[in-house]
């Protein structure tokens, strides 16, 4: 059994800048591209150890929150 390191399981996002194109403007695309892989969220989520039990508090409070916003709206 061979275990790969976090970092070589997803490809990194990268932009590639154009000659005619500004600084700013690939900043913001590449914080779209971040955006979108779910980079920023995943390491929010990551930032501490959650206990398989607060976990499933947590879901359990989503479901709550989303079962109520869908009898109510």
């Known amino acids: 059994m061979s275990v790969t390191p976090s970092f070589t399981?997803?490809?990194l996002s990268e932009v590639i800048i154009h000659e005619d194109e500004n600084f700013?403007?690939?900043l913001k695309r590449f914080k779209k591209?971040?955006?979108?892989?779910?980079?920023l969220s995943d390491l929010r989520k990551h930032r501490h150890y959650e206990k398989p039990s607060e976990k499933r508090k947590r879901k359990m409070n989503a479901a709550v929150r989303k079962n109520r916003r869908t009898r109510n709206g």
């Open 9 to 11: 399981r997803f490809r």
């Open 33 to 39: 591209k971040c955006e979108k892989a779910g980079i």
């Open 24 to 26: 700013e403007r690939a």
